[in-house]
C-alpha cells in the first residue's frame, strides 16, 4: 500500500517538528510544570484528538478544498504566521516568557479545561496544519492504493511520533526547569534559542508560496 519510504519520510518531518518549539510544546511544557505530569498528559490526551481532527480532515480530502480556494490556504498560513510571531516576540522581549522557567502558582485548571485547552491549542497550531496540508499529501500515490487509506495511514505514522516525544516531553519538563531554575544564563540561552526559532518558522510560514497538494 505504501512503501517504507514514505512512512520513513512523514516520521523524519514529524520528529523534526515535534522537536521544534510551537504552541503544543509550550502549553504541554507549561502545565507539566506548573501542575504536574498528570495535568501534562490530560492535556495531551486533548492535543492528540487535534491530531485525530487533522487526520479526518485529510482523508476527506480537504487539501482539495484549500486547492479550489487558495485564499483561504493563503488566510490560514498568514494567520498561522502571526501566531508564531508572537510567540516568539513573548520568549524574546525583556521580561519574556518560556515554558521551562520556574513554576509560578496558579489556578489548578479541571481535567476537562486541561483536555479543551490541550485540543484548541493543537486546533490552531499552524505547524500542524501545514503538516496535513501541505507536507503529507507529498508522500501520497494515487497508484498505490486508495488515497484516503495512505492518508489515514501516513497521518498515523505522523501520529505516533509525535505523541511519544511529547509525553517525553511532559515526563522531563519538571526536570529540565529544575534544572535551569539555578542557572540564569542557561535559561536566558533557552528563551533565545525558543524565540529565534518560532521568529524563522514565523518568517518561513509567512514568505512561503506552496500550495496544498492534491492528492
Known amino acids: 500500500m505504501i512503501d517504507s519510504a514514505a512512512v520513513l519520510g512523514v516520521a523524519a518531518i514529524a520528529l523534526g517538528m515535534v522537536l521544534t518549539p510551537g504552541p503544543n510544546m509550550v502549553y504541554l ?22 491530531f485525530l481532527c487533522y487526520l479526518a480532515a485529510a482523508t476527506l480530502g480537504i487539501s482539495a478544498v484549500f486547492s479550489a480556494v487558495p485564499q483561504a490556504y493563503t488566510a490560514l498560513k498568514l494567520a498561522g504566521a502571526c501566531y508564531l510571531g508572537w510567540l516568539a516576540w513573548q520568549a524574546l522581549r525583556p521580561g519574556g516568557h518560556t515554558p521551562f522557567a520556574p513554576a509560578r502558582a496558579l489556578p489548578r485548571d479541571s481535567s476537562t479545561r486541561l483536555f479543551l485547552m490541550g485540543l484548541t491549542t493543537n486546533l490552531l497550531n499552524p ?36 505523541l511519544t516525544v511529547n509525553a517525553l516531553i511532559v515526563c522531563v519538563a519538571g526536570t529540565v ?10 535559561l536566558r540561552a533557552q528563551k533565545l534559542v525558543m524565540g529565534s526559532v ?14 496544498p497538494a492534491v492528492v
Open 177 to 186: 526547569a529544575t534544572f535551569l531554575c539555578g542557572r540564569p544564563v542557561w
Open 29 to 50: 511544557v507549561s502545565r507539566s510544570i506548573t501542575q504536574g505530569r498528570a495535568a501534562g498528559l490530560v492535556s495531551l490526551a486533548g492535543v492528540a484528538l487535534g
Open 198 to 211: 518560532l521568529g524563522g518558522l514565523a518568517v518561513h510560514l509567512a514568505l512561503d508560496r506552496t500550495r
Open 127 to 162: 505547524k500542524i496544519a501545514v503538516m496535513y496540508l501541505a507536507l503529507i499529501p507529498q508522500f501520497v500515490h494515487p497508484g498505490a492504493g486508495p488515497v484516503w487509506l495512505q492518508s489515514l495511514l501516513l497521518g498515523s505514522v505522523q501520529i505516533a511520533v509525535a
